[in-house]
C-alpha cells in the first residue's frame, strides 16, 4: 500500500529556508515518477517540481534557482529544499507520487504547512 508523509513545513521570515521530507512507503520511490505540489488559500493547487525515474527534474519558473527536489534512495524520501523564502511561497505543500506511466498522480501525502513572513 502506497503511503507517503510529508514533514518539514514552518514558519520563516521571507529569505530563509527550509527543507521538505516526504517519506515513501509500499513502493520503491527510485522507480516512481515524483512531484511536490502546493496550494495557497483561495487558489488552485499548482506544480512546483517533478522528478522522474530517470532523475530528470522540472521546476515551476516562480522557484526556479530557488527550490531543488531531489531523492534519497537509500531511505525512500523524497526532498524539496526550499531557499530565499517568499511570502507567495506560502502554502499548504504536499508530495505526490505514481508511476511514470499514469496519466495524473495518484498518491498523495496529507500535506505540510509552509508559511513564509515578511
Known amino acids: 500500500q502506497v503511503h507517503l508523509v510529508e514533514s518539514g513545513g514552518g514558519s520563516v521570515q521571507t529569505g530563509g529556508s527550509l527543507r521538505l521530507s516526504c517519506a515513501a512507503s509500499?513502493?520503491?520511490?527510485?522507480?516512481?515518477?515524483m512531484g511536490w505540489f502546493r496550494q495557497a488559500p483561495g487558489k488552485g493547487r499548482e506544480g512546483v517540481a517533478g522528478?522522474?525515474?530517470?532523475?530528470?527534474?522540472t521546476y515551476l519558473d516562480s522557484v526556479k534557482g530557488r527550490f531543488t527536489i531531489s531523492q534519497d534512495n537509500a531511505k525512500n524520501t523524497l526532498y524539496l529544499q526550499m531557499n530565499s523564502l517568499k511570502p507567495e511561497d506560502t502554502a499548504m505543500y504536499y508530495c505526490?507520487?505514481?508511476?511514470?506511466?499514469?496519466?495524473?498522480?495518484?498518491?498523495w501525502g496529507q500535506g505540510t504547512q509552509v508559511t513564509v513572513s515578511s
Open positions: 505526490a507520487a505514481d508511476k511514470c506511466t499514469a496519466a495524473d498522480f495518484g498518491y
Open positions: 509500499g513502493f520503491v520511490l527510485s522507480t516512481y515518477c
Open positions: 522528478i522522474d525515474a530517470d532523475g530528470a527534474t
